[in-house]
């Protein structure tokens, strides 16, 4: 199906501001919907984000709007980047408006606290008359910072249905994002929620000044947990080694651009997770996401250390040095697990 050159992004954070800026390169003109008048009128008057991306000039194919309706109505394609709290509300208002075969593209990382559910099956709840193969989840190592400034980019798109992915794909790739597809769209979104989880754990290795070993480890055993939740999930294990696994993974354990790596280094320095949060001005989606995953291991009976011993750090009130000994001084084990081997052996054959 062709779109046309009317896309609507939801909403005008760093990401969905610099998602827009790669569809205006496309050439489309794109509605930015933000519920704050004074962001619209800025982006409308001056071309300018400054609360999330300064000294960033957007395209004049950017027009902002605070009226829901006006972004949605007519449009082809809705580029969700709402935070995972606010997913089902956004929703279920676009519904009235929103076309019948639009594709709906979600770029959010994190799960809906209370039900535990991806991003696709709260849209799916929310949108019940809409064909579910509509629905497209975008991840990977993508840092808006850099996408805005047309750094090389590398993405996957997934749906359940390889025409929907193809014409996501072809609406986002340009010379500086690359696009790639793929149809596992549980694990494209476990992968993309959970490493925020890794990546608040490698701020405060980098804060404790723990050194490129624990780090190295962190992620490593970090990614081991991605696959052993995601797997009995029902994802396929070569999903997280992948752009939605192992690359997001890099990108947000390793760069202080990642809110969520951020916050765990200030965790580290002895600031309070209300203040943490606070100071940050931003939705850090990995502190909601510890604790979904923390209540999924316990539904889905997996073993997962990390996110265990994170959770009481954010939320039971445990010391992050004596987390680090704790993971440390657990009764040893062998580096493959048992089931991921099972696994990946039914994958190949």
Known sequence: ??????????????WGTALASVLADNGKQVLLWSRNEEQVKEINAKHTNHRFLQDVELSPLIVATHSLQEAVVDADAIVMVVPSAGMRDVAAQIRPFLKKDALIIHATKGFETGTLKRMTEVLSDELPEHDPKRFVVLSGPSHAEEVIQKRPTTVVVAAEDLEAAEAAQDLMI???FRVYTNPDVAGVEIGGALKNIIALGAGLTDGLGFGDNAKAALMTRGLAEIAR???TMGANPLTFAGLAGIGDLIATCTSQHSRNWRAGNKLAKGIALDEVLKEMGMVVEGVKTTKAAYELAQRYDVVMPITHELHNVLFEGK???LAAQDLMGRVRTHEIEEVAVETTTKVFK
């Open 174 to 176: 340009n010379a500086y």
């Open 1 to 14: 199906m062709a779109l046309s050159n009317k896309v609507s992004v939801l909403v005008a954070g760093s």
């Open 319 to 321: 010391s992050p040095q």
């Open 229 to 231: 939740l995601g797997a």
